[in-house]
Nanobody
């Protein structure tokens, strides 16, 4: 069974940083691209960024370029989302996702940016 477990969310002040983690199992992690999405209340889910299977390429939404980075440790079946210079508009539930026959989602981890 595909399983994705996110962690690392919390409350942070504007300008602060958080690192989210996603541990995957039940699929071939090392050959799978990984994605991070987020969804704020009343808004549609949006793609934050993606990382290729070996980390050879990444891309990001314009809203987070220059502030967020994605990395992965395939030996640990883990992908990370490093979030810097956080803004209140970054407040959302953050999800990691893979496409493995179908698209799979984790339970999400809440990020709240507020003073």
């Amino acid at each position: 069974q595909v399983q994705l477990v996110e962690s690392g969310g919390g409350l942070v002040q504007p300008g602060g940083s958080l690192r989210l983690s996603c541990v995957g199992s039940g699929f071939m992690f090392r050959t799978s691209g990984m994605s991070w999405y987020r969804q704020a209340p009343g808004k549609e889910r949006e793609l934050v960024g993606q990382i290729a299977s070996l980390g050879q390429s990444t891309d990001f939404a314009d809203s987070v370029k220059g502030r967020f980075t994605i990395s992965r440790d395939n030996a640990k079946n883990t992908v990370y989302l490093q979030m810097n210079s956080l803004k209140p508009e970054d407040t959302a539930m953050y999800y990691c996702s893979i496409h493995w026959g179908s698209r799979y989602w984790g339970q999400g981890t809440q990020v709240t940016v507020s003073s």
